[in-house]
């Protein structure tokens, strides 16, 4: 049987057209050659997706054992860092226009001094790997995979994870509706560092807070006064202080922390509980049966 013969039968069984080329040469034809490349091309970058994921894997996971190594002498001394996520702002009448998100909330890490260093690196790392100069958001990575990536890490280390939350449609906690937001900040600041501190079991707490204008009202008015009060209230003692800056001493601290609140972010938002889970994150929604009305 004649060559030319086969691909016509072929093509014509895939409900196609025979060209001159196949049933005078035997080759492929030119549509045939764009599809066999275009599937090459896929072919070659699924494999240069999964090389890359896997040396992505196996760098972050290196880095955070060498720090894991390196954990200091035990001591006294817990570290708290806690990022916001989303806007206190109320949901408007459909008449005007709608808060952007659902719900408000805070992600926490409580990270053992001697620790801190396995904490840090995962941000660090990321940056390295990418080879990002700026601050390093968990927004920015368009990958679920490397988003799931750097939890596990996270899950890794000793850091404890928390996601504290108002949903903002139902069962709002005392004090939402009827204070503003820099008021519904630091109340609900207050009320979850009251929660997370008598889960730290540590003499000295230290909680840096991701920079916002709503804590220099002034500062002195919403963060030393809380220190103050979460200090008596405790019987410990309690420094809180804002960070975030590049040169500041906790910045990669609160980019690693950034993914804590994209964690909880994913989930009360949109119910992928991927980030949570890996990271083994705590979250606690706060309803109707709490207050977080300012003192």
């Not at 060209?19 to 492929?28: E, L, Q, V, Y």
Request: some cysteine.
């Amino acid at each position: 049987m004649a060559r030319g013969w086969e691909n016509t039968e072929r093509i014509k069984e895939r409900g196609g057209v025979a060209s001159p080329a196949d049933d005078n040469s035997g080759t492929a034809s030119k549509n045939e050659k764009n599809v066999m490349l275009k599937d090459a091309k896929q072919s070659t970058d699924r494999r240069s997706t999964n090389i890359s994921t896997e040396c992505s894997r196996k760098f972050m996971l290196d880095a955070v054992s060498r720090a894991l190594k390196k954990a200091g002498e035990d001591n006294d001394n817990m570290l708290i860092f806690v990022d916001e996520v989303n806007d206190p702002g109320k949901v408007l009448t459909k008449r005007k226009k709608k808060s952007a998100t659902k719900t408000f909330g805070y992600g926490v890490a409580m990270v053992k001094d001697t620790d801190q260093g396995s904490f840090k690196t995962i941000s660090e790392s990321w940056k390295t790997l990418k080879g990002i100069d700026g601050e390093f958001k968990l927004r920015d990575i368009k990958d679920v995979e490397d988003k799931v990536l750097i939890a596990e890490c996270i899950g890794l280390t000793e850091t404890k994870t928390f996601g504290y939350y108002i949903d903002k449609t139902e069962d709002v906690p005392e004090g939402f509706e009827d204070q503003g937001g820099t008021d519904v900040m630091i109340g609900m600041l207050h009320k979850m560092l009251d929660m997370v501190i008598s889960d730290a079991r540590s003499e000295n707490v230290t909680v840096v807070v991701d920079d916002h204008s709503s804590y220099h009202d002034g500062e002195a008015d919403s963060v030393r006064a809380l220190s103050k009060l979460l200090s008596t209230d405790h019987n410990r003692n309690v420094s809180i202080r804002t960070g975030g800056k590049k040169n500041d001493e906790y910045s990669l601290h609160l980019q690693t922390t950034d993914a804590v609140s994209h964690a909880l972010h994913r989930k009360v938002e949109f119910g992928y509980s991927d980030m949570a889970d890996a990271m083994k994150q705590i979250i606690i929604k706060l309803d109707k049966g709490y207050n977080i009305r300012r003192r």
